[in-house]
Structures are given as structure tokens and as C-alpha cells.
């Protein structure tokens, strides 16, 4: 079964601390993995994409890291801020068709 | 620049009621999706479209019907409302296929009592 399991549920940070969130997955065949931010009360918006030839990309102060071998990736955030507060969703997509497999979300809050 | 929009943002509704979801986008996208979103669980697809006149169901379908009549709009129709529908509904289009560089709406928070 298709699964995308996520790491912590929930996370407190202080204002300019750094953080990684974990994502585990058991999707097959893969085709690519999103990280996507979730601000209370709104939709999720994509941070970033990789490919199974991927093992790093950055968009600002969030980096994504991606093991394929161990179906495995990380996003770190650096110098985290107050706006960085949200959930934090890794969705994998399968190589054919439309489905993707959601992992419930990291939940992380920024303290000042 | 609305991209995708939904409506109504909040609704509750008595078991047995039917409603409509509606989800617009203006980005002349071709794939168009309803998700729901429950607590601790991630995303799951409930029908999708790639295009106008072509639906399809996705991993929970049942209870809901979709149409797509024009390029632009994706209503999610609940048929005979129950408490297990309470959740949020989010709509997402895409460019390029399902699952692709979604856009989300802001969703739709459904309480069923």
C-alpha cells in the first residue's frame, strides 16, 4: 500500500532557529515528491519539487533533500521566521495515472 | 489574478441536505480536482477532471457527484449529507495533469450535524 509518512506531527521553534522535518514513503513505481506549505485556512502552495535524479533543491531559506534509495527526504529551514508557521505536507505522485499519496502534515509553530 | 476561488468558505448542514461546492479558476486550466482534508490524515482525492465534459471518480467518490461543463468551473455536489463528510474541501487545478503544479483554492470547512 501506497503510504507517505511524516515526522514530527507537530514542532516548536524559536524565531531564527533552524528545523528539519522528515518525510518516509512507500509509494511505487516514483515519479517525483512535492513539499507544500499550509497556512491556517488556506490551501497548500508547493515549496518544491524533485525527481528521482534529485537529491537537493533549495527555494530560499527551505531546502529539500531527497534519498531515493531509502525513500526518504528532508525539508530544512534556515533562520526560521514568524511567517514560517504552518503545516507542512510531502505528497508523492506514482509514475502513471493521477494519483498522489498525501503524508498528514508536520505542524510547526514559530516562536518569537 | 483570483486564481482558483471557492465557495461558500463555511457551511453547516443538517444530515440529509444536499449542497452544492463551487470551485472556479481563471487560469484556463485543463485538470481540475476535489480533495478533502481531515484531521491528522493527509489529502484524498474525491473526483477529477481533465478536461471539460470528463470526469472521473478518485479514492473516496462516494457520496459525491462532480460535473464539468465548462472549462472554468468544478461544482463538488454532496447528495444526501452525513456526519462522516465533516471535513475541509479543497479544490486544485493544474496546467499540465493531474497531481501537476496544483494550484489549491482556500477550501471549504464543512460541518455535517
Known amino acids: 500500500k501506497n503510504q507517505v509518512e511524516q515526522s514530527p506531527q507537530s514542532l516548536i521553534i524559536l524565531e531564527g532557529k533552524n528545523c528539519t522535518l522528515q518525510c518516509n514513503y512507500t509509494v511505487s513505481p516514483f515519479s517525483n515528491l512535492r513539499w507544500y506549505k499550509q497556512d491556517t485556512g488556506r490551501g497548500p502552495v508547493s515549496l518544491t519539487i524533485?525527481?528521482?535524479?534529485?537529491n537537493t533543491k533549495s527555494n530560499g531559506r527551505y531546502t529539500a533533500t531527497l534519498d531515493a534509495d531509502t525513500k526518504q527526504s528532508s525539508l530544512h529551514i534556515t533562520a526560521s521566521q514568524l511567517s514560517d508557521s504552518a503545516s507542512y505536507i510531502c505528497?508523492?505522485?506514482?509514475?502513471?495515472?493521477?494519483?498522489?499519496?498525501f503524508g498528514g502534515g508536520t505542524r510547526l509553530m514559530v516562536k518569537p | 489574478n483570483a486564481g482558483v476561488t471557492q465557495t461558500p468558505k463555511f457551511q453547516v448542514l443538517k444530515t440529509g441536505q444536499s449542497m452544492t461546492l463551487q470551485c472556479a479558476q481563471d487560469?484556463?486550466?485543463?485538470?481540475m480536482s476535489w480533495y478533502r482534508q481531515d484531521p491528522g490524515m493527509g489529502l484524498r482525492l474525491i473526483h477529477y477532471s481533465v478536461g471539460a465534459g470528463i470526469t472521473d471518480q478518485g479514492e473516496v467518490p462516494n457520496g459525491y457527484n462532480v460535473s464539468r461543463s465548462t472549462t472554468e468551473d468544478f461544482p463538488l455536489r454532496l447528495l444526501s449529507a452525513a456526519p462522516s463528510q465533516t471535513s475541509v474541501y479543497f479544490c486544485?487545478?493544474?496546467?499540465?495533469?493531474?497531481?501537476?503544479?496544483?494550484?489549491f483554492g482556500s477550501g471549504t470547512r464543512l460541518t455535517v450535524v
Open positions: 486544485a487545478s493544474s496546467y499540465s495533469g493531474i497531481g501537476d503544479g496544483y494550484t
Open positions: 505528497v508523492v505522485k506514482i509514475q502513471a495515472g493521477n494519483m498522489l499519496t
Open positions: 487560469m484556463n486550466h485543463e485538470y
Open positions: 524533485m525527481t528521482f535524479s534529485e
